[in-house]
């Protein structure tokens, strides 16, 4: 009996298991490309426009030289040479800061800013 | 929900997270000392305390993954620090999902064969969700 039931239940768990995938996979592919007439989505291109990176260079100077240091190798701020996190990710920690370690610059730096800003930090080997 | 920030769906995820990680953690712990305990009603208890943290382990990971592909603007891949979050998150969530399913399903006491294999996979799906935390963690805070 006790065999009979661990066999139905090692199925039914291998089918809960992909149903969830699937199902979550199916409401991650609405909300992207369903609704992509209401919102564009950006692109995380690795390739790296010299102007833009220039001046994303140069707002880096202005605005996060001070605590990541010139070369961005890190002072107060971390070193950014070892950044492996994705685009949406910096752009998102550039704007919303990181709660107790770094301040905020939605505010500060616009849409475009923050895309130059990230695009220069690109260009960082490590 | 698309216009609500990212900023918080991130930080729901980093709260909602440690649920099903604690939970899960401590199921295993639960039913492997009951595992190892000789047959009696204390060897039940912590069974039956395990199979109750799995099933919250199962529900509360819900949250984290709807929070977390919230976060990350629904994608369910992405590059970098983001992939290698999602290699080790993915499985882990189907392993959690099976095994809460497995105990759902048997409801008279699974024999001790099947509790030592549910155990390794256990052990197995704990793997995958440390390596999901850690990911998650140098995703946020990596230096």
Known sequence: ?126 | MIGISSIFWTQAHGAATHFPIAFLFGAALFDAIGFFLPDSSKRRSFQITGHWLLILSGLSSFGAVFSGLAASRWSVSGTGALLQHHLFAWPAFALIVGLTSWRIVVVSSPSRRAFAVYLSVLAFTCAFVAGAAWSGGELLMGH
């Open chain 1, 1 to 126: 009996m006790n065999t009979l039931n661990e066999g139905r239940a090692c199925a039914v768990a291998f089918l809960t298991s992909c149903v969830s995938l699937l199902t979550i996979a199916g409401v991650a592919f609405v909300f992207t490309n369903g609704l992509s007439g209401k919102q564009s989505r950006v692109p995380e291109s690795r390739e790296v426009d010299v102007e833009v990176a220039g001046r994303g260079r140069q707002i880096f100077v202005k605005h996060c030289a001070e605590c990541h240091g010139y070369e961005a190798r890190g002072d107060e701020g971390s070193d950014l040479h070892k950044l492996r996190a994705g685009d949406a990710l910096i752009r998102q920690v550039i704007t919303g800061g990181i709660k107790g370690a770094m301040p905020a610059y939605g505010k500060v730096l616009n849409d475009s800013d923050v895309r130059a800003l990230t695009s220069y930090l690109r260009t960082l080997g490590d």
